[in-house]
């Protein structure tokens, strides 16, 4: 088939063709085919993405009480949001919100007229956010003392980062797990003290590691195991590493670079296993764990049966869906769906004991509901107003009618009913876009306020040993895209007590340059560079990396 949007041609195969017989719904008595897509996978993943507002945050005021609050929505939106407190209210009732079908004008418009109207909450965030210390949060859950995390649960006292998991004390890190005290660190598991390291799992109190497990006290080390005391993969002993490390001057910001670019130059002398992860039986994709089935998929754990997902966590027989899930099974085209969650199409933002829903958008609790925003705890609704069981069917055998003549049955929510501008989503990310592209997509753009600060740009030491208490009143300048940041006093204190330097770019800036160390979420046909063996692997072909089967990698770890 060709994508109607990027013109490429991709595969619909029987396997697709056999999900889409499975998930198609009966309605009165009636069933109703979900046709073949009509975007290419990774055109289907931007829709559900320009969805994904994750880390832009904003001072507006709630709708309701008019409280001054932190929201993923600009003050500037049409959209209606409310605190936490007021959404969760007794008091907010989404059905008062509700219409009646208008079988003379598109679907879409008329759920897009509801998104507006009916308040969504203002973060997507567990509702003792702001007790907990973690105002500033998004796509977060059971954190305390948190401040600018994203995508992040079960986590205390950390900042700047996003992908962690039930971590402590964690900086400027990505895809982090069961860690404490590390900083910019990227897809490390149960690690501590360590810094400035990738793709690493027990490791403790070392320095620019790559591919490493269960080391400590070593530094410049790739596809390292159970070591201690190493530079760059030799043995060393405790007193030559100490003094080392100490002549490296890793309290000084001008270090640094030349240790990543060494790190660099020794990782492309080993092995990389053809994809991240362990116990991926028949699958395909990267950053695989305990997965069985699973086609072209990323960033899976405990999954089964899954088709073109990414960004799940025990997750059964679906197919095209990004976040989260947490017992998810039989759902289809939709982003941020979890927690209990069970047949749920083309929706999102929807969690918590969702199940039969189609077209929704930051549901909660809530079971056979079509085209609904915001529902908590509802049934049998159709554009947020209530009906009987037997009216439900009906109507949505109606509309799915309707649907079928005037266009859009069987496809995502489209890129114009997002709330949010192309570039403040998780899309603008994974497929950057100029404003002129994104408008020729139907999607918004948010334009940014031009900083009008007068005051003369700040000089960052470089050495964090001569940095006073005076910098967290100071605004900086990122040196690499020339916005203004500042910092916080718990950060200060992280970076005095583990030498690190004050960073001079701005959290986007250092966010953007964690994701660009990972591999792209795409796959290439390739071979194993020692045995011959073919595979699909995240590794381009066209770069120099030594790629190599899991079996010929094992063989030649340390």
């Known amino acids: 088939m060709q994508c109607r949007q990027c013109q490429a041609h991709y595969l619909v195969?029987?396997?697709?063709?056999?999900?889409?017989?499975?998930?198609?719904?009966?309605?009165?008595?009636?069933?109703?085919?979900?046709?073949?897509?009509?975007?290419?996978?990774?055109?289907?993943?931007q829709r559900r993405l320009s969805f994904r507002n994750e880390n832009k945050l904003y001072s507006r005021k709630c709708d309701q009480c008019q409280k001054d609050i932190i929201s993923i929505y600009s003050p500037d939106?049409?959209?209606?949001?409310?605190?936490?407190?007021?959404?969760?209210?007794?008091?907010?009732?989404?059905?008062?919100?509700?219409?009646?079908?208008?079988?003379?004008?598109?679907?879409?418009?008329?759920l897009t007229e509801l998104l507006k109207k009916t308040p969504l909450p203002n973060l997507i965030a567990t509702p003792d956010a702001e007790e907990s210390n973690c105002a500033y949060v998004?796509?977060?859950?059971?954190?305390?003392?948190?401040?600018?995390?994203?995508?992040?649960?079960?986590?205390?006292?950390?900042?700047?980062?996003?992908?962690?998991?039930?971590?402590?004390?964690t900086i400027d890190c990505s895809y982090i797990q069961m860690s404490e005290l590390c900083y910019q660190c990227v897809d490390c598991t149960q690690c501590y003290n360590l810094l400035y390291s990738?793709?690493?799992?027990?490791?403790?109190?070392?320095?620019?590691l790559k591919n490493c497990i269960s080391c400590n006290h070593c530094i410049l080390c790739v596809n390292l195991q159970h070591k201690e005391y190493c530079i760059m993969n030799q043995q060393y002993s405790k007193e030559d590493y100490e003094q080392y490390v100490a002549k490296l001057n890793l309290g000084n910001r001008d270090s640094i670079p030349a240790l990543y670019a060494?790190?660099?130059?020794?990782?492309?002398?080993?092995?990389?296993k053809f994809f991240h992860g362990h116990q991926a039986e028949n699958s395909s994709g990267d950053y695989l764990y305990n997965v069985k089935n699973c086609r072209h998929c990323f960033m899976t754990t405990k999954g089964e049966d899954l088709t073109y997902c990414d960004s799940l966590i025990d997750a059964r027989h679906s197919c095209d869906i990004s976040s989260f899930g947490e017992n998810m099974e039989r759902c289809y085209e939709s982003n941020a769906i979890g927690d209990n969650v069970y047949e749920v199409f083309f929706s999102q933002l929807c969690?918590?004991?969702?199940?039969?829903?189609?077209?929704?958008?930051?549901?909660?609790?809530?079971?056979?509901?079509?085209?609904?925003?915001?529902?908590?705890?509802?049934e049998y609704c159709i554009l947020n107003k209530q009906y009987s069981k037997d009216d439900y069917e009906k109507m949505v055998a109606r509309i799915i009618e309707h649907m079928l003549s005037t266009g859009g049955w069987g496809e995502g929510l489209p890129m114009f009913m997002s709330p949010f501008g192309y570039n403040e989503s998780m899309a603008n990310i994974f497929f950057p876009l100029t404003k002129e592209a994104a408008s020729k997509l139907g999607a918004k753009?948010?334009?940014?306020?031009?900083?009008?600060?007068?005051?003369?740009?700040?000089?960052?030491?470089?050495?964090?040993?001569?940095?006073t208490d005076t910098i967290i009143n100071e605004v900086l300048t990122c040196s690499s895209c020339q916005k203004k940041y500042k910092l916080?006093?718990?950060?200060?204190?992280?970076?005095?007590?583990?030498?690190?330097?004050?960073?001079?770019?701005?959290?986007?800036?250092?966010?953007?340059?964690?994701?660009?160390?990972?591999?792209?979420?795409?796959?290439?046909?390739?071979?194993?560079?020692?045995?011959?063996?073919?595979?699909?692997?995240?590794?381009?072909?066209?770069?120099?990396d030594l790629v190599y089967c899991e079996k010929c990698y094992l063989e030649n770890v340390h």
């Open 445 to 467: 753009w948010k334009d940014e306020v031009a900083n009008t600060s007068s005051a003369a740009p700040v000089t960052v030491p470089a050495d964090i040993k001569v940095v």
């Open 138 to 169: 998004n796509c977060a859950g059971h954190n305390n003392n948190c401040y600018m995390i994203f995508d992040a649960d079960h986590s205390e006292d950390s900042l700047y980062s996003n992908a962690i998991k039930a971590s402590k004390n």
């Open 77 to 110: 939106k049409e959209q209606a949001v409310y605190c936490m407190k007021c959404w969760w209210s007794e008091k907010h009732v989404p059905t008062d919100f509700g219409r009646d079908y208008d079988f003379n004008r598109p679907f879409f418009v008329q």
């Open 262 to 272: 060494k790190l660099k130059g020794f990782a492309k002398e080993h092995a990389n």
């Open 198 to 208: 990738q793709d690493c799992a027990n490791c403790r109190d070392s320095y620019f």
């Open 488 to 544: 916080v006093k718990q950060e200060l204190q992280y970076y005095r007590d583990h030498n690190v330097p004050v960073p001079i770019n701005c959290f986007d800036c250092r966010y953007r340059m964690r994701l660009s160390m990972r591999n792209p979420q795409k796959l290439w046909d390739s071979h194993c560079q020692k045995c011959g063996v073919n595979f699909e692997t995240s590794y381009d072909p066209a770069k120099e």
């Open 351 to 378: 969690a918590g004991n969702i199940r039969n829903v189609y077209f929704n958008l930051g549901s909660r609790n809530s079971h056979d509901c079509f085209g609904c925003i915001a529902l908590k705890s509802n």
């Open 13 to 45: 195969s029987s396997e697709d063709l056999a999900f889409y017989e499975s998930m198609s719904p009966t309605f009165a008595g009636k069933k109703y085919p979900i046709p073949n897509p009509t975007l290419c996978p990774p055109c289907r993943r």
